[in-house]
């Protein structure tokens, strides 16, 4: 039973345009959210993280938003660069565990 | 430089073998904890430790064994390897449960 679900495999977008990585969940009592990178044979890199209590969180080029009543959120990268390219992962843990549940990734490619 | 740092990278081994994944970061970190990654399933965590001598299960720990004897470093374990243990795995630390992560670079074992 998958908790976290990235159900699009894969995306392709065009430098310069917005690219959003979206990720469902399913366990309710998810409050800890995050992204990481990552490019082939390194390990992921954390990208940016967002708690329950908040709906949006913004660091330079990328935002996360989460809708909790739709138990979904997604990562908006602006502008999107061919440095961009790389698979994407979402991590949720949930609260008083220190668990956490990733997602199976999106692999996206930024095309120049 | 900070970072965490996995041994060996690649590891090809018989099945029921007793083997050894080392972990050691240096940043001081409490938290750490073991991931393999499969196609399709995307990373799934194996065991976690919030700090020396403690220790949990993630999602997939069984076949696997870790330890938590000093804060820089946690073994993964693997006494009797199948192949079914075949996969990529990462070590991963944070300095808090709820914090970023920093992954190490990966170890591809191949059991046979």
């Known amino acids: 039973d998958q908790q976290v679900k990235q159900n699009s495999p894969s995306l392709s977008v065009q430098e310069g345009r917005i690219s959003i990585l979206n990720c469902d969940y399913t366990?309710?009592?998810?409050?800890?959210f995050l992204w990481y990178k990552k490019y082939p044979a390194e390990g992921p890199t954390f990208l940016i993280s967002i708690s329950s209590i908040k709906d949006k969180n913004e660091d330079g080029r990328f935002t996360v938003f989460l809708n909790k009543s739709a138990k979904h959120l997604s990562l908006h990268i602006v502008p999107s660069q061919p440095g961009d390219s790389a698979v994407y992962f979402c991590?949720?843990?949930?609260?008083?565990?220190?668990?956490?549940?990733f997602g199976t990734g999106t692999r996206l490619k930024v095309l120049a | 430089e900070a970072q965490v740092t996995q041994n060996p990278r690649y590891l090809i081994t018989v099945t029921g073998k007793k083997l050894t994944v080392t972990c050691s970061q240096n940043?001081?970190?409490?938290?750490m904890s073991w991931y393999r990654q499969d196609p399709g399933l995307g990373l799934r965590q194996i065991y976690y430790s919030m700090n020396v001598e403690v220790t949990d299960k993630g999602d997939v720990p069984e076949g696997y064994k870790v330890s938590r004897k000093e804060k820089r470093n946690f073994p993964l374990i693997l006494e009797s390897p199948s192949p079914n243990q075949t996969s990529l795995y990462f070590c991963?630390?944070?300095?808090?449960?709820?914090?970023?992560?920093?992954f190490g670079q990966g170890t591809r074992l191949t059991v046979v």
């Open positions: 991963a630390s944070s300095f808090a449960a709820r914090t970023e992560a920093f």
């Open positions: 366990n309710s009592m998810f409050d800890y």
């Open positions: 991590a949720a843990s949930a609260s008083g565990t220190y668990k956490y549940i």
């Open positions: 940043m001081n970190h409490e938290y």
